[in-house]
């Protein structure tokens, strides 16, 4: 259970109907959407990559084994996350690191263990988002991120983003098999993609919840080819650095960035005054305008 307010009168949401304060937090408990989180959510989704075979390569227990283990340190930091009053750096990140590499494991079962057809877990995946994001806008009438403020939006935005994990690594590996572009053609194919998502956004209004949540598909696959061309062998059209090195190489990077944020707090939204030391910096925050 997280905290909540302790309010007990309905506040109407331009997002929503609306919510009993009661059950309303009074912060977002996701980060800002700004480049540290596409640099840190590509970086994440590179580690998902190359920490789900490293761990299934030296650990010894198998990919159903490392799957039942990530599984488990997932839920526990997920339990975490929940019982925060308000969005942490670390938590939030280690949450997605975790999800990256769960996210991976799902589509390496269906695909290695049971032998389901990449065209299939994709299809499957598709669908099961799709009905993640239909249940969710219908239970609260927006699909947005900056209201990350209830127990059941957050439940459907870390659904959400355990379905984008599974669907980027099945799309992205069909595309790349497919295509057989290589890793590095490949990781520029789903940066032009990306990319093409964000000129449609900025320059022909497509909806930014929606350029939001392909864009964060999309760089599944995009951190994924960049975690194969630096890891695999030079035989195999990749650098040769290995997954060792790779994954202990994106993790510094990713843990410079977060505590670089938990210190700056440069992806905060909303900051409660009992966070914000003195009155001063108290005053320079409420009068900063909204990003």
């Not at 390569?57 to 526990?76: H, N, P, R």
């Amino acid at each position: 259970m997280t905290n909540e307010t302790s309010e007990i009168s309905a506040v109407p949401s331009a997002d929503g109907p609306a919510v009993p304060e009661r059950h309303r937090l009074r912060w977002n408990k996701v980060p800002e959407v700004t480049v540290y989180f596409w640099i840190i959510k590509v970086l994440c989704t590179t580690v998902g990559e190359t920490a789900a075979d490293l761990l299934n390569e030296k650990a010894g227990l198998g990919l159903t084994g490392v799957s039942v283990l990530m599984s488990a340190l997932l839920a526990v930091v997920l339990v975490v996350q929940f019982r925060t009053r308000t969005y942490r750096a670390g938590v939030y990140w280690l949450a997605v690191a975790l999800i990256s590499v769960v996210g991976t494991l799902i589509s390496d079962n269906l695909t290695d263990n049971l032998g389901v057809p990449l065209e299939t877990s994709t299809t499957v995946f598709a669908i099961v988002l799709a009905v993640v994001f239909v249940v969710w806008y219908r239970r609260e009438r927006t699909l947005s991120i900056h209201h990350i403020d209830t127990t059941g939006r957050e439940s459907f935005y870390w659904l959400s983003v355990l379905f984008t994990f599974a669907l980027g690594t099945a799309a992205g590996d069909l595309v790349s098999e497919r295509m057989n572009l290589g890793y590095w053609l490949s990781a520029v194919l789903f940066a032009l993609a990306i990319a093409a998502v964000a000129i449609a956004h900025f320059a022909l209004g497509l909806d930014a919840v929606w350029s939001f949540w392909i864009a964060y598909v999309l760089t599944r696959p995009l951190g994924a080819s960049i975690g194969d061309y630096l890891s695999q062998p030079t035989g195999d059209g990749g650098l040769g650095l290995g997954t060792v090195i790779t994954s202990a190489l994106f993790l510094a990077v990713i843990l410079g960035l977060v505590v670089y944020l938990g210190v700056t707090r440069k992806d905060v939204s909303n900051v409660s005054e009992k966070e914000v030391t003195g009155p001063g910096r108290a005053a320079r925050h409420a009068a900063r305008p909204a990003r």
